[in-house]
Every structure is written in C-alpha cells, then in structure tokens.
C-alpha cells in the first residue's frame, strides 16, 4: 500500500498473523505513534531500551524496523488539522502490530478521545493490563510483591460506546419522552442521558481471549468483576455469559468456585483454572487486603478502567503500568498515563509504563528472552537508586537521572 507521509522501512519484514511467534520474522516492521507531550522522551528512551536488549538477547539475529505512523498533535501538523488520519489505521491493519506513547484528549468539549477512536475503529476489544510489582519501586503499601495481576477490560462498550445526548437538546428531549411516556422510566428533568450496551458477543470475545491467556502463561484464577447484583441485564448478564464461555467452550479447564468446594474440598486441582466473581465494589478492598488470592481480573469497561489505575497505584502508580489494546486483527500496545504537556521536551519523567508495554509487546511476539533482559536490567537500575524525578523524591539517597540518562543506565546494566 502507498502512503502519504509513512515512510516503510526498507529493511524490515511483515507479521502475517497475531497470536503465533511463528509469524514474526528476525526484522519485523513495528508501527510505533511517538505520542504528544512528554510522548517524544519516553518513546526515544524506550526505543533505545527495546533495541538494545534485542541486540543483547539475539547476538544481532533479531532487530526491529521501526516505522513511524502518526496520531495526535503531530498528525495534525502533517495532515493539515487531522489528528487521526486514514492511513494511520490502514498502516495498522496492513503490519498488525504497534506501540503509542500518550495522545491529547481534551476534557468536557473538543474531539473524543483519540484512544477510544482507535479501540472503536480497530475494534481493539481486549486491553490487557499486568499490573505487578518490580523489585526497588517506591510503592505506598506495605507488601507491593503480593500484587502480580492480569486486568482484562472490555475495550468496546458500556459507557464508552459514546451513546450520550446533551441535556437540552432535540435528540436528548425525544429519547427522555420515550423512556417516560413508553417505557415508563422515572428520572430527573434536564438529565443527561447515557445509554450502556453490554452484549453477549462482546463479553464472551473478551472472556474467550481471557482463558487462552490464562492457559497459555499458565494463570491459575479469573475473577469476574461486575455490578451485577443492581445492573442486572447488562453488568449480571457480563457475569453470566463469562461463566458460559467457561462452562460450555473451557469445561476441561476450569471449574467454578462452587465445585471446587463441593468437588474438591477447597483444594484446587493442577491444571484448571478457578472461575469467580466479585461485585466491583468489593473488589478495591479485597486487592488492598488479600491481593493474592486474585490472578486475572475480567470486567466491563468502565469497571476495568477504575481498577487499572487504582491496582497499579499499589505497585507504583500508572507511571510505571503497562497497556495493550488487542482485536483479532491487531495489536496497539500503549502508555497507560496522559500527556503530562508541562514535561515536554524537558527530558524528565519516567518512561517505565511505556517502556513495560514494550515488554508486554515482546512478550506477545515470543521474544520472551528480550523482555526478561529489560525487566532484570531495569531492577538492577533501581537496586543502584538511579532514578528519574518522581522515584528520587521517594528514594533516601537516589541520584536523579534525566530520561534520557536513565535509558542509559538500564542498557549499561544489561551487561550485568
């Protein structure tokens, strides 16, 4: 395909198909969306980071080729105001696999959010997002290694569908007068009003992707987390078709938590997978009180995306916390946080959760002995209290790095 402002790299292959390393060549084409803000410092210190440990893993067998696509403030000066262009979707369906750094999304008015854009055109229905913790992070609870969880978040639907009507407007007056006069629902007037489709497809996908991981990393629960128990027809139906995935696709994999009592006397089988479910709410206090009894995390949207960042607050906050957006035709792994706009260009800030996602991403392409390298390196920095600004002022007796320098350091301590 002819682009207009993408640049192919010359010296790379294409993936032909996800899920299956067989499928990635030694020089695979990486998409990669640099992102605003403080985007160009974490992904120039990544990129060096991801390099250097191929490099050190592979002996040179193994190398990426970069290709730059783009989204965000810098589309927009290229494609003339276009903050999302065309071939940047049609760049990540033709070579499956990419990586973003942070994109702008303004608050109460302007353009939707160009992270959702992406889920939704791409239909990146699966984000997945290990949160655990590294040896050396300053963490504010007492026993941060107990935390090694898998969240697996519905990308598509709930409330981020987008079915929303202003107060005051045509659209909004004529759904609120069929909800009352047909329906007989009671609410305030000049509500806002929000519609929040969960359906069968889009649960059972996502729990689908979910138990294939589980077997796959050798994961040993999955905790449904729902608001069944008030939301019956949407977050208890979620509740219900997760359990017949299991139940009717998985049923020499798993078991229920009620067999596994009944069945097992509590003592869980080698070689299956315990199902569960908690209500949402409960879930905040039962990773902060008893976090190992839970391993993978499946939940609708917004359920997923409150418990992202408040399970990765335990491990070091969302700085530092991996992301991926997956479908069945393409992969986008991501920075978890925002653009941080008064950081830019100064060299500071923390690259850690997009430099994880890149681990993530190594690790879904079955180059597992790069990702272990960068993860034994990184500790190893921090072991030396060689930090960027927002550990040093956590960490008695830290020297602070700038970005740039502490990419420095994590290479250097590859050789270790």
């Known amino acids: 395909m002819a682009y207009q402002h993408i640049v192919v790299p010359d010296d790379g292959e294409k993936i032909t198909c996800l899920n299956d390393p067989a499928c ?50 810098k589309a927009a000066s290229i494609y003339d105001g276009d903050y999302m262009p065309q071939e940047t979707f049609d760049a990540l369906r033709e070579f499956l696999v990419g990586i973003k750094g942070p994109l702008t999304t303004p608050v109460g008015g302007g353009f939707r959010s160009l992270n959702v854009t992406l889920r939704q055109v791409l239909d990146l229905y699966a984000c997945i997002r290990p949160v655990k913790w590294y040896k050396g992070v300053p963490s504010p609870v007492r026993e941060p ?24 407007t045509p659209e909004n007056d004529r759904l609120a007068a069929f909800l009352r006069d047909e ?94 479910d908690r209500i949402a709410d409960i879930i905040f206090q039962h990773m902060l009180l008893r976090p190992t009894e839970f391993d993978m995390l499946v939940a609708p949207n917004l359920n997923g995306d409150y418990l992202s960042d408040a399970i990765a607050a335990q491990v070091g906050g969302v700085g530092i916390a991996p992301g991926a957006n997956i479908g069945d035709d393409v992969m986008l792994f991501e920075a978890t946080h925002g653009t941080a706009p008064k950081y830019t260009n100064l060299d500071k800030v923390n690259p850690g959760s997009l430099l994880f ?46 970005t740039s320098e502490f990419a420095t350091a994590i290479i250097n301590n590859m050789d270790a």
């Not at 403080?38 to 592979?58: C, F, L, N, P, Q």
């Not at 898998?150 to 990308?155: K, S, T």
């Open 24 to 73: 990635v060549p030694d020089h695979p084409i990486i998409t990669f969306i640099e992102g605003d803000g403080i985007g160009h410092d974490i992904m120039t210190a990544s990129k060096r980071i991801w390099d250097a440990a191929v490099e050190k893993a592979y002996g040179g067998k193994r190398k990426i080729a970069w290709m730059e696509i783009y989204a965000g403030e």
């Open 145 to 168: 290694e107990n935390v090694d969880v898998v969240i697996f978040r519905e990308n598509t639907e709930d409330v981020y569908a987008g079915i929303e009507y202003q107060a005051g």
């Open 183 to 276: 329906l007989g629902a009671t609410f305030f007037e000049g509500s806002g009003i929000g519609i929040k489709p969960i359906s069968a497809f889009g649960t059972k996908r996502l729990m689908r992707f979910a138990l294939r991981y589980a077997i796959e990393r050798g994961r040993k629960s999955i905790t449904i987390v729902h608001k069944g128990n008030i939301q019956k027809f949407t977050e208890g139906a979620f509740r219900n078709w997760c359990y017949e995935v299991a139940r009717e696709e998985f049923p020499e994999q798993t078991i229920t938590e009620d067999e596994l009592w009944s069945d097992y006397d509590g003592q869980q089988p080698d070689g299956k997978i315990l199902i569960k």
């Open 357 to 402: 996602s890149g681990v993530t991403m190594l690790e879904f392409l079955g180059w597992w002995e790069a990702a272990k390298l960068i993860i034994q390196s990184y500790e190893r920095t921090l072991a030396q209290k060689v930090v960027t600004y927002d550990f040093a002022r956590q960490m008695e007796g830290a020297t602070q790095v700038k």
